[in-house]
């Protein structure tokens, strides 16, 4: 009957440190996802300026980007509307 105890708490002891551990890996993960995620919105702002200073400096070129991408998402979804 000791042995059954001891094998008890010692299987409840192994779980205990396994979630231990597996608490400390999620809290490492999700740091390094929040650092890379940080670095990514920190580009696409970057980009986005970029963005709008090339259009200030060209606006013909902005405006036909834009229609020609209007163009395509409106022939885009007007077939996907009519099947």
Known sequence: ?????????EI???LQKEKE???HTYNEIMG????EG????GDIQKELENARQ???EHP????G?????GLLIGFALAKILNR
Do not use: F, N, S
């Open 60 to 63: 013909e070129t902005g405006v």
């Open 65 to 69: 980007v834009a229609l020609a991408g």
């Open 32 to 35: 390094k996802l929040k650092t």
């Open 54 to 56: 090339y259009v200030k």
């Open 38 to 41: 940080d670095r990514l919105q």
């Open 1 to 9: 009957m000791a042995d059954l105890k001891d094998k008890e708490q």
């Open 21 to 23: 551990e597996l608490r």
């Open 12 to 14: 409840k002891e192994t």
